[in-house]
């Protein structure tokens, strides 16, 4: 008898050390931009170092089939914060721009909406955004900052509103010239072809123009494009610069040293709530070009300047989980890496040199709904409770981590709306095989583009192809010619019946399935079309947040730490003693 007295004892005081154990853990989310998932060690990677990454892989589980909700980085982003499809916030977009391009736009992540932010500072969290935000900042004037990540949960900000351009980083080419060169050539013509004209018939006296009207269209069209080459001309100056909190502290941005800045103000935030539960997100700058890295990681890895960019963010991710150990916080704390997206294959420098990452063996990337464009890492850490060593090959979502990080918190998940994202616990713990994604729906921009079926009965991961994008050249892996693929018109094609693979057969997706290799074609078809049917009737139209309105720059809206005539020029950044870095 007292033996079982003894045994119940040590049960109860076990499940009361695992309950203490799981009770509002720390939470470190560390998400890098435009990683490929073929670039990391842990998932086959064998000429880049990335051991601090791939420490997480060791000490954790490792996500095999870990989904993006959308594959560019706004729609992604915002998706990830609120556990909620893009297309349900208005973070989707019905033009050809799927993300914010400028600083002073007025679109941006709604205030109705709910991010795992809030839902934690709410639980006394002490919360931070550190680096990449890119989900918008003002309204309706330069300083309600309506869409900044401080009215969305977060306590702290240091880092970008926008995202890091190739226009950032004097030297690196521009996104937009090529584009913009398209766009105004023709309407330049137009209007010049039409003043001309006019004027030539007002002189011959066929039509009588008035002077006046001549003169206020020349007048129109003079200050229209003097505003549009000021702008391009000082985009750097409007757009790259860095923020703590609400001030502007680095206008332009400087990339000296950029990643060792980031990383500590991570730690001195980990410092600073050792004894506060808290959530980082760390959002990596790394590997968006412009690309980067320090003297001590320049020229060292085997990949060139992207290689030296990914080696340089684990040696951050690294200095993170060091100042855990350092603090005995490893055992009370959640880590998650992954990348908003797949890797910009199509990045490539002036120079020739590749820019952009590795999806491994998966078909297309960044902007494609291909799996290369959408299968991305995922890494969890936390020792003690989940699975180290661990692979789970499972269809996950990004927008997961919003119900799991909230449970974790005691938080309640929001009643008022539907939260796509499932609570990845039971499956990191092993008290579940199975992922609650029975079906995950991939939208490029606001255009339903595939859907992905995994029936609870069956191994096969299914995923149906409504339309696919022109690749240019047609025989390479990408849209080389127009930078990144687009969603609608032109620039895809269309098919009926849709192509129909068993990813867990055809990863790579090379031989979609036809009604003569797959007996169950049509029913395969005939289940999606019902799932598609039953979440489309649960979207409701919400305000188009990447509208032309919306994405178009906005004087007005415009921030500058000094002024425009002093080309807004500032630098309070004050980096104190930089971190010692050690290459590897």
């Known amino acids: 008898m007292k033996k079982m007295r003894l045994l119940l004892f040590l049960v109860i005081c076990q499940c009361a050390i695992n309950s203490v154990k799981t009770h509002n853990p720390n939470v470190i989310l560390l998400m890098a931009d435009d990683l490929g998932i073929g670039d990391l060690g842990c998932y086959g990677n064998r000429t880049l170092r990335t051991s601090n990454i791939d420490r997480l892989a060791e000490e954790g589980v490792t996500l095999t089939q870990h989904i993006a909700a959308s594959p560019l980085c706004t729609p992604s982003r915002a998706a990830f914060l609120t556990g909620r499809y893009p297309i349900r916030s208005g973070m989707a977009a019905f033009s050809r721009v799927g993300v914010f391009l400028f600083s002073a736009s007025s679109g941006g992540l709604p205030s109705e909406e709910i991010t795992f932010s809030k839902l934690l500072k709410q639980r006394g969290y002490a919360t931070a955004l550190i680096g990449k935000w890119h989900l918008g900042m003002n309204c309706e004037s330069s300083n309600d900052f309506c869409h900044h990540p401080l009215s969305h949960g977060f306590d702290y900000f240091y880092g970008l509103t926008v995202t890091n351009f190739r226009d950032c980083k004097p030297g690196q080419g521009s996104v937009f010239l090529k584009g913009v060169q398209k766009s105004l050539v023709i309407p330049i013509q137009i209007t010049g072809i039409t003043l001309v004209s006019l004027a030539i018939v007002q002189y011959i006296g066929l039509l009588k123009v008035p002077f006046q009207a001549l003169g206020y269209c020349l007048l129109i069209t003079a200050i229209s494009l003097a505003v549009l080459i000021f ?95 350092k603090y005995n916080l490893s055992d009370k704390t959640l880590v998650y890496f992954t990348s908003d997206q797949g890797a910009h294959i199509e990045e490539i420098s002036s120079s020739g040199e590749v820019h952009g990452g590795y999806n491994g063996i998966y078909k297309g990337g960044k902007s494609m709904n291909w799996e290369g464009g959408i299968r991305v890492p995922g890494l969890l850490r936390w020792p003690g409770v989940i699975q180290a060593g661990a692979y789970i090959d499972e269809p996950t979502s990004n927008m997961d981590i919003f119900p799991t990080v909230v449970k974790l918190a005691g938080a309640q998940l929001p009643s008022d709306r539907i939260i796509d994202g499932h609570d990845l616990m039971p499956l990191l713990q092993g008290k579940v095989t199975r992922s609650k994604h029975e079906f995950l729906f991939h939208y490029c921009n606001a255009y339903l583009n595939a859907v992905r079926w995994h029936p609870g009965n069956s191994e096969s991961v299914w995923k149906v192809i409504f339309f696919t994008p022109n690749f240019s050249p047609e025989d390479s892996n990408g849209c080389y010619d127009s930078h990144v693929c687009f969603c609608h018109g032109g620039f895809i094609t269309q098919h009926d019946p849709p192509l129909l693979f068993d990813l867990s057969r055809d990863p790579e997706e090379k031989v979609p399935l036809t009604p003569e290799t797959e007996s169950r074609f049509y029913e395969i078809l005939r289940v999606i079309h019902l799932a598609v049917d039953n979440h489309t009737r649960s979207l409701h139209p919400v305000p188009d947040q990447l509208s032309w309105d919306n994405l178009l720059w906005k004087p007005w809206l415009q921030v500058c730490c000094s002024s425009l005539f002093q080309s807004c020029y500032c630098d309070y950044d004050s980096e104190g003693r930089l971190l010692e870095v050690h290459s590897g």
């Open 231 to 325: 702008f391009f001309y000082h985009f750097r100056h409007l757009n790259c610069f860095i923020m703590r909190d609400h001030q502007i502290i680095q206008q332009p941005l400087s990339y000296e040293n950029l990643t060792q800045r980031l990383t500590k103000e991570a730690m001195q935030f980990i410092r600073r709530n050792t004894d506060t539960p808290f959530l980082l997100f760390l959002s990596y700058l790394h590997v968006h070009t412009a690309l980067y890295a320090s003297k001590n990681f320049r020229g060292k890895s085997k990949h060139g300047l992207y290689g030296d960019a990914v080696e340089e963010m684990d040696w951050s991710v690294g200095q993170v989980l060091d100042v855990l150990e």
